[in-house]
């Protein structure tokens, strides 16, 4: 499986038979429509409305006293193009580029104090009119999530359309927690500079899976195989993201 070093990435929620292992990690809450489209699997081209569940807080380093939650932070995978896996258009049909998450718009909470979308630059995508700056990070500021509560933040994001072979694109939301007492924990798939291996939860992280339509076929140079991309965030672009 070839993986994309966009410098985001995102997880979402299953919505049936979650493994236990996996209840105990941020992730997105499952879909309840039984459709083809479930769990984390969403259909290209539309617009997917995520619900990250943040299932518990920090512990310490032996696992023997918990922290509730005060702010959050999730990263958006758009810092790179998906050249070759993915696109935008208009509504004339030409293509432009596209990123894992697009025109991305956190919820508005009275859970938090204070909800930030830090712009970035990025490459022009297409999303009523040819756009070149998205949100980067959404973080969920002055909130108080008691470690043995459960809450969720949510957002909406538009995904991109499949080209080539690809029949899936999992893209990567790396997102981290801070508590009480200064402790942290990591939902990424490597440590950063600022994130030590000792908080982060080495090789996971949220993620969902942008699959292809039945209208957007295979073509005849795929033999009837589609492959399966990653998008996952360059450090650099988590680093901004992250609270200082």
Not at 105 to 114: D, V
Not at 165 to 190: D, F, M, N, R
């Amino acid at each position: 499986m070839k993986t994309t070093q966009l410098k985001l990435i995102f997880t979402a929620a299953i919505s049936v038979l979650i493994a236990d292992t996996a209840i105990a990690h941020a992730n997105f809450v499952p879909k309840d429509n039984l459709d083809f489209y479930s769990g984390r699997d969403y259909k290209e081209g539309s617009t997917a409305y995520l619900s990250l569940n943040l299932s518990h807080g920090c512990s310490n380093s032996d696992g023997t006293k918990t922290y509730a939650t005060r702010h959050a932070v999730a990263i958006m995978p758009n810092d790179s193009t998906l050249e070759g896996i993915a696109f935008t258009k208009d509504h004339s049909g030409n293509h432009y580029n596209a990123n894992g998450l697009m025109s991305v718009k956190p919820e508005a909470s009275a859970n938090w104090k204070r909800i930030k979308n830090p712009k970035v630059t990025v490459a022009e995508y297409y999303s009523h009119g040819a756009r070149t700056e998205d949100v980067g990070a959404i973080q969920w500021k002055s909130g108080n999530v008691p470690a043995d509560f459960y809450s969720s933040v949510n957002f909406r994001a538009s995904l991109p359309l499949l080209e080539s072979c690809v029949s899936k694109l999992k893209v990567y939301i790396p997102t981290v927690q801070y508590c009480t007492g200064g402790h942290v924990k990591a939902w990424l798939k490597e440590a950063t500079p600022s994130m030590p291996a000792n908080v982060v939860s080495t090789g996971y992280a949220p993620y969902i899976n942008v699959i292809r339509a039945d209208n957007n076929p295979l073509g005849a140079e795929c033999g009837g195989v589609g492959t399966e991309e990653e998008v996952y965030p360059s450090t650099e672009h988590i680093e901004k993201g992250l609270l200082p």
